[in-house]
Structures are given as C-alpha cells and as structure tokens.
C-alpha cells in the first residue's frame, strides 16, 4: 500500500491542522513524473506567519517551564511514532522531491536517530561552577533558550535538516516555526504529525508552507522570532541572515559547498573512485557535502578518469521508487534547468564533456527532471564550472602537477564546507587536515555524510561559522547566563 497521492495538507499552527487563511494552495508534483501530483500544500502568507510565530509566543513560557527530561521524553515518543511511520514518510519524500528510496528510508532513520540524541541532551549538564573572586559567594553559569526559533529548511534533506534544527532546538526550551521547501511541505507535515501524536503541546512546534520570498522572509524579519536558522542557496543566506542581523535576532546560515577530493599518487584508485562517485552523484549530487571538484596528481590522473568514466557509465538513472534506481531526478524542474545550464557554461568556457550533458533520451524519463551523470575534464581555475555550485550529478576533473598543488587548488575557492583526501602517506594526510581550509575533513572517506554526534559547519563562505549538530548545537539554540549568588 503507497501513500495516497494528491491528499490536501494544512498549516499545523497551534494545535491544530489549518488552511492558508487566504485559501491558497498549491500542487506538489513528483520530479520523477511530472503528471503526478503529489500533495496540494498551503500557499500562506504573512497572516499565516504571524499566527504562527503567535502560537509559539504562547506556547513559549509553559515549555520553557518543563524540564529538560520531560521535554527529551517528547522526543523520545516522537523518534518511536517516526520510525513506525517510515516507510510512509520515506515514500512521501521520495515522490516529492525524487531522491532513492533506499536513500529516503535511510534518512528518515537518521531523523529518528537524531530525534533521541537530542533527546538525551534534555538530561545532559548546561553549565559550570566557576570558582569566584569573592570566596562567600557561588558563581556558575546556566544557559537559557532563545525564545521563538524559525526554522528555514531546504529540500534535500527533508527528515533530518528540518529534525536536526528544530530537535536541538525543543530540548533546549525554545518554540519553533519551521518553514519547509516548497518542494517537500507534505514530508514536513508527517514529521508534524508525528510530534502531534506524540502529545507535543500546542504551539510548540508550527509549520507552515507557502513561498520563500513571503514567509521565509517574513519569519526572518519578524519581532517575535528570537532567532533564525537557515540551510540552502548563498544568495538567500546571506538575505536571511541580514535580516536577523537588522532587528538583533540571532542567526545561523549553513549554505553552500565546493567540495573537493584530492587524489595523491600513492592512493588506492578502486576506493577513490567508488568515493568520488558516491560522495558527487548520490542524492543527484544535491548535498551542500556532494563532491564537485575532483583533483588528481599527474602520476594517476590518466588511470584515475579511465577507471571513473567506466564506473559512471554504470550508474542507473530513473526513478527512486524503481529498485533498481541508482540516481533519481533533480528535484525539480527549476533545478534540473540549472544544473543543465551550469553544463551548457563548462562548454561554452572550454571544459571538455566526456560523459552525459543532457536529459536522458526520449522514453519512460521524459516526464521527469532528469540529467545524465556528467563528467568534465580539462577545468580551469577561472571556469564557472570549478567556482560555483552546481547541485546537481556534475564532476569536474581537475589535473594537479603535484600533491601541494592539488591542495592549494582545493582552496581556491569561496566555499569551504568539506573536502577528502586519498592517501596512504600519514605526512600528506597530515597535511591536509592543516592546510585544507574547510569545516569537514575527511581522509579516505567521501566529502559527504555526517554524523549526527559530530560538529557541522563550513569556512568561509559556506557557514556563517557556527556549527550545527552534535553538542555545538547547545551554542546557538541557547544563550549563556553567568550567575552570581552571594547569601
Ligand atoms: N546548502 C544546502 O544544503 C542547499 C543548497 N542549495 C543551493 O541553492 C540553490 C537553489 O536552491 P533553492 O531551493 O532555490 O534554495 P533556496 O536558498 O532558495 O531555498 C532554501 C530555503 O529558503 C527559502 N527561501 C527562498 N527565498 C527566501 C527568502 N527570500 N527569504 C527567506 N527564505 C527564503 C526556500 O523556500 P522556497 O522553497 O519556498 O523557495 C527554502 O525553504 C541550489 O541549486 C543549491 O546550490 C539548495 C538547497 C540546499
Ligand atoms: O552529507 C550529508 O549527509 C549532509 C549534507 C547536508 O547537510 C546538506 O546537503 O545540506
């Protein structure tokens, strides 16, 4: 039994599951098959914001007053109700915004993983006794919630970006108005139903649908959100985080990437190629992680692209509802023309295309958004190709004189979120893990994938540089308070 397909949703706001107040509302169709629609979803406005950053205000005060263990146990219920409902919430974000079904279910089990890590924070400490100048007196800190949390979240990873913002988020006493993609309103209104059912109070947690350009901007400017964190493009970080910044809201921006992987002349070829084509095409290459720059010392390069292109040629594109589906549409058909328009700029700039370029022939593909797996060899510094982000299946090779060259190349670029290494050498590895400007370093792993106990967050452009995730997620979703206690 699928999910049921072309349901209406509503706006979760206060408790209670409501139309846009203007009416609207829009269909969400399936980037693997555009006939499909798969849920209509609430076009709300600013009325809509304002009633829900309302209900967190109210909400606030009451679970700002629970302790943090009876607020984990919420999370704890909700993690169990997720991963009962699994497959139906991985199906729904499949069929919304076209990644692997396998994939889909996969991070549907990360969001309930991530739900009782934060769970268990709710019983971890928050501050320190720090020994006082004046010896009758206790000094010690504690930490105190922001208030109201808008959530801003992006399509790619529609479980675990919206869970790893808004569960940090809860457990710490704050409120939440989450405002999902356009693209995936319906996976996010199954998460909401799932902390409904779970007994979660009304208020707590509100989401609503509707455009960025309205209620995204509108939750970053208005007065009763404390505090705004943002996943997604640069353009729109950098507009979001300006915002918060006019009215002394405080923010938190994770954005784009340009991630590299090195390949040294002694690595083991077989496992830098399976990482390459793991870490750049999974998920259509639609991760702020994915692997973009592929740079490769002479020595290797000539046996690195051979063994690469033969793999790529491989890969099984169609839909992530097919078992047999490696790699699924763009998400929609706006990014499907991005990506194909960066393609048309590696051309035009002299990059040489060695495989893919296109939408796939004519057949079962042609209603979907699809874009073959690309590889470019012979890629600039100054080409668009290997300083912009693509998000989409697009590898672009890069030749390196040597190792040290290989790394500074890696840096020449405005983004530093993550980035790999294939070596066996400890000197070069070492190396790399201090050279490499970047917030992600791996050593004979792929640039994608993090772990939700871990630190997340970029360098320069990619981040407004702080972390998400793990115990770092503590020092955005609170603010420390130094307190002084003389009897
Ligand atoms: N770092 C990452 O993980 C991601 C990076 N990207 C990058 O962004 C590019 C474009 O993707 P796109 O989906 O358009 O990303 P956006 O940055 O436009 O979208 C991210 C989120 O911001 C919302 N938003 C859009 N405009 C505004 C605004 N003016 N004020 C507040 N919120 C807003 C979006 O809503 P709505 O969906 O309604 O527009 C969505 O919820 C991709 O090609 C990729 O390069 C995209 C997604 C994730
Ligand atoms: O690599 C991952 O698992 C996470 C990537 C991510 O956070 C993103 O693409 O937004």
Avoid at 53 to 81: H, N
Avoid at 147 to 167: E, H, L, R, S, T
Avoid at 237 to 259: C, H, I, S, T
Wanted: aromatic fraction near 6%; include cysteine; charge should be negative.
């Amino acid at each position: 039994m699928g999910i049921e397909l072309g349901k209406i949703y509503h706006n979760y706001i206060d408790g209670q599951w409501k139309p846009a107040l203007s009416g609207e509302q829009s269909p969400g169709v399936n980037p693997a098959n555009r006939r499909e629609v798969v849920a209509y979803l609430p076009q709300s406005g600013k009325p809509d914001v304002d009633a829900a950053v309302a209900a967190a205000r109210k909400a606030l005060p009451a679970w700002r007053g629970m302790s943090g263990t009876a607020r984990g146990d919420l999370l704890y219920r909700t993690a169990a109700i997720v991963e009962r409902r699994l497959d139906e919430i991985a199906e729904t974000m499949t069929r919304e915004m076209g990644k692997t079904l396998p994939e889909a279910k996969g991070e549907t089990a990360r969001g309930a993983a991530i739900l009782r890590y934060y769970a268990g924070e709710g019983m971890r400490k928050v501050g320190d006794v720090i020994p006082s100048s004046d010896g009758e007196a206790l000094m010690f800190t504690t930490r105190a919630p922001l208030g109201v949390v808008g959530v801003i979240a992006p399509w790619n990873f529609p479980v675990a970006i919206p869970i790893w913002k808004a569960a940090p988020a809860l457990v710490y006493g704050n409120t939440v108005v989450l405002k999902p993609a356009r693209e995936t309103g319906a996976t996010a209104l199954k998460l909401a139903e799932c902390f409904a059912e779970a007994g979660l109070p009304a208020g707590v947690l509100n989401v609503i649908c509707g455009s960025g350009a309205v209620i995204g901007e509108a939750l970053a400017e208005h007065p009763g959100v404390n505090g705004i964190t943002f996943t997604g493009s640069n353009a729109v970080g950098k507009k979001v985080g300006m915002a918060a910044f006019a009215r002394g809201a405080k923010y938190q921006l994770e954005m784009g990437g340009k991630n590299p992987i090195l390949v040294a002349e002694d690595a083991d070829l077989d496992l830098a190629v399976d990482a390459t084509i793991s870490g750049g095409l999974k998920s259509t290459g639609q991760k702020c992680t994915a692997t973009s720059r592929v740079i490769v010392v002479d020595d290797v390069y000539d046996a690195f692209r051979d063994k690469l292109l033969a793999k790529v040629r491989e890969l099984k594109v169609g839909d992530g509802m097919e078992p047999d589906t490696w790699l699924g549409p763009c998400a929609s058909d706006r990014q499907r023309e991005t990506v194909l328009s960066y393609i048309r700029k590696g051309v035009q700039e002299g990059a040489s295309l060695l495989l893919g370029g296109e939408q796939p022939p004519e057949g079962t593909l042609a209603d979907g958004y699809y874009v073959q797996p690309t590889v470019f060899e012979h890629v600039a510094r100054d080409m668009t190709i290997f300083r912009e982000e693509i998000f989409g299946p697009v590898l672009a090779l890069v030749r390196a004189p040597s190792f040290e060259a290989a790394v500074e190349a890696a840096n020449d670029s405005d983004f530093g979120l993550s980035a790999s290494v294939y070596t066996r050498d400890i000197g070069r590895m070492l190396a790399f893990v201090r050279d490499m400007e970047a917030g992600m370093v791996r050593v004979n792993a792929e640039t994608a994938g993090v772990e939700l106990q871990a630190p997340f967050g970029g360098m320069k452009q990619s981040s407004s540089h702080s972390r998400e995730q793990g115990q770092a997620a503590i020092e955005f979703f609170t603010s420390i308070k130094t307190v002084f206690v003389k009897g």
